[in-house]
């Protein structure tokens, strides 16, 4: 019997034995990536480093949490360092693991946070510059500061200043720390704008039927290029001079326009390139590939039911024969006061749409469809003044020339646009007039939107597109 009770109490002693064995403590364990990968169960985790946010907010940007079931080494952990990589607000991180008991492992994530901004210094810019760098850069007093919102005021500098002329400008953001204000930097933005770039010399290649001086113009008469012109030329002596990729831009295209007024609808831009000349002047380079010239052949009106074929084609003013100029052919249509669109605004026909499309093209002629879709009349519903304080409404209503229930006029519209300027008594650049059409019952709303101020000088301008108001 006591033989026994000795055999039980050492299988006692050995089964604990084993079971403390089993749960041995391994602190700070070394975890090698070249060792066969081990299932653990996260049994917590811990974080250090950052102030001032929560230990749950934290561990929740890892996608880990207690009770789930990791491979370590594997995926999990390099996943969630990732994720706060991605999250942009920490310099350094860093998952180990404090310690493994069993099949349980304690993770410990180190984070340091990005630096906070606390000043923002602007050397070598005026007051106005200064203000409008703040605008577009986007760094503001309080924000984090990460290499990504670095690089991107970089950009967004350089790009301010080369719109400006300053094709050379140079911006340097430096960051230093605040011995004041823990985790927290001084910005500055230190600017050398150098000297505003002028064109010294624009080259043209490719062009045979549109000369040089039609393309960039002469004293008294306007080219296709608008704002890029050569300094030091008398062509150009009341001409800006200024080079920026904007008006660049924006003159290649008036180049492209220029052709199509002429017929050459196939013109294109093959290359263009800027380089330095000096440190002040730039040259400009384009080659353009003409195409040929087109003519109109057929032009047919399709949907027309309130004017006829015939009055349509005398109020375009083109016929078979004439170049095929897209830039008289959009102000025939659209854009001069007796065009063809404003015969339909004017008449109410406010829901009016054309559109030009080219339906056949025999070597050097196009035949034309002109499609329209003319709609109902629309009659005016709702007439509404606002920002009306200081005069009787019946004082400024008797101004206007779209009552309600009158056919909706376009020319009726901007007559009492003018009238209401002329007042006096509101501020001609706020007069913005809002056409508001309903396409079930066939009525539109006019709302005159307005701001009180005397002014001496009243000017009034609304856009229209083929299609309708658009400003």
């Known amino acids: 019997m006591i033989n026994i009770r000795k055999i039980l109490t050492l299988l006692a002693v050995l089964a604990c034995g084993w079971s403390v064995q089993a749960q041995e403590k391994i602190v700070n364990p070394d975890i090698s990536y070249a060792g066969i990968p081990r299932s653990l169960t996260v049994g917590g985790i811990a974080v250090s480093g950052v102030e001032g946010y929560e230990d749950f907010m934290l561990t929740g940007i890892s996608g880990l949490s207690v009770g789930q079931t990791i491979t370590v080494p594997g995926n999990e952990v390099t996943d969630a360092v990732k994720r706060y990589w991605r999250h942009g607000l920490f310099s350094s991180v860093a998952i180990s693991a404090d310690s493994i008991v069993g099949d349980q492992i ?35 007093k309080g924000g984090q500061l990460t290499p990504n919102i670095i690089d991107r005021a970089k950009i967004l500098a350089k790009k301010y200043f080369d719109d400006k002329g300053y094709k050379n400008a140079e911006v340097n953001i430096r960051q230093r720390d605040d011995v004041a204000n823990k985790n927290q930097v001084i910005l500055d933005v230190e600017v050398d704008k150098k000297e505003k770039m002028r064109v010294h010399e624009i080259i043209i290649d490719g062009n045979e039927m549109l000369s040089d001086k039609k393309i960039k113009g002469r004293l008294f008469t306007k080219g296709a290029f608008s704002k890029t012109h050569e300094a030091g030329k008398f062509s150009t002596f009341f001409k800006s001079k200024k080079f920026t990729p904007e008006r660049w831009k924006e003159d290649k295209q008036k180049l492209i326009d220029k052709y199509n007024e002429y017929g050459y609808r196939d013109a294109t831009i093959l290359e263009d390139s800027v ?3 000096d440190e002040k002047h730039v040259n400009v380079y384009v080659k353009v590939d003409e195409g040929k010239k087109y003519f109109l052949r057929n032009i ?38 007796d065009a063809v669109g404003n015969n339909y605004w004017n008449n109410g026909y406010l829901f009016y749409n054309l559109q030009p499309t080219e339906v056949n093209i025999v070597g050097d002629s196009v035949d034309l469809e002109m499609r329209i879709v003319e709609g109902q009349q629309a009659h005016i519903n709702h007439v509404r003044i606002n920002g009306n304080n200081r005069l009787y409404e ?20 901007m007559r009492s646009a003018r009238e209401l300027a002329s007042m006096g008594h509101f501020d001609p650049e706020k007069i913005d007039p809002k056409v508001e059409p309903n396409y079930l019952d066939g009525t539109v709303d006019i709302n005159y939107n307005l701001e009180q101020k005397s002014n001496d000088q009243i000017e009034f301008s609304l856009g229209w597109g083929q299609t309708g108001v658009i400003g």
């Open 106 to 140: 304690y993770l410990h994530i180190h984070l340091s946070v990005r630096p906070r901004v606390s000043t923002i210094n602007y050397i070598g810019l005026k007051k106005s510059e200064r203000d409008d760098m703040e605008a577009k850069l986007g760094i503001i």
């Open 300 to 337: 047919n009106w399709v949907g027309n039911t309130v004017y006829s074929t015939d009055y349509l084609s005398n109020v375009l003013g083109m016929k078979k024969g004439d170049v095929y100029n897209q830039k008289l052919m959009n102000k025939r249509l659209s854009e001069d006061d």
């Open 394 to 413: 019946n004082v400024v209503r008797r101004e206007l020339r779209t009552k309600p229930g009158d056919l909706f006029s376009k020319d009726a519209l």
């Open 275 to 277: 380089w330095n000349f």
